[in-house]
């Protein structure tokens, strides 16, 4: 019993929790996404980012990552850095356009009580009417609330 006790303790105070912990809260964001349009023409269309973003753990080094208006789940590798799992999907609508995004790579990184987010990917969707295809980024950092 009393080495239970011990060990029990030892755990309590070496912070030994998973690192996904580190990640949740709440961040005022700011930064930049852009799409180029690879068809039907040539373009690259980008804007600025006022986003909230709200990291919540699922389980286990699991993180549920809301930010620019899709839900991604993501993996903490340690208590700085979180990637997302490849192949999710965000789509979006506005004024007649669509898009939808499929994420070939993403991450978290976490430097005191500052959070960035990034990830891109192919994405294809319809403006006025007339199909596109090519890559969106999305990148934008800001401090927990």
């Known amino acids: 019993m009393v080495?239970?006790?011990?060990?029990l303790l030892l755990v309590a105070l070496c912070g030994c929790g998973s690192p996904a912990e580190d990640f949740v809260g709440t961040y005022a964001m700011t930064g930049l996404a852009a799409i180029t349009v690879t068809t039907p023409a040539a373009r690259t269309s980008s804007g600025a980012v006022t986003d909230t973003?709200?990291?919540?753990?699922?389980?286990?080094?699991?993180?549920?990552?809301?930010?620019?208006g899709c839900v991604f789940q993501a993996t903490a590798e340690n208590d700085t850095t979180a990637v997302f799992a490849p192949g999710q999907?965000?789509?979006?609508?506005?004024m007649g356009s669509t898009a939808s995004v499929i994420v070939s790579s993403g991450s978290?990184?976490?430097?005191?009580?500052?959070?960035?987010?990034?990830?891109?990917?192919?994405?294809?969707?319809?403006?006025?009417?007339?199909?596109?295809?090519?890559?969106?980024?999305?990148?934008?950092?800001?401090a927990r609330r």
């Open 3 to 7: 080495k239970l006790l011990w060990v």
């Open 53 to 68: 973003v709200t990291v919540s753990r699922s389980s286990g080094d699991a993180l549920r990552v809301l930010a620019d």
């Open 89 to 94: 999907t965000c789509a979006s609508s506005s």
């Open 108 to 142: 978290l990184s976490l430097a005191g009580s500052v959070l960035t987010v990034t990830y891109g990917g192919p994405v294809t969707g319809t403006s006025q009417g007339t199909p596109f295809q090519g890559t969106y980024t999305y990148r934008a950092s800001g």
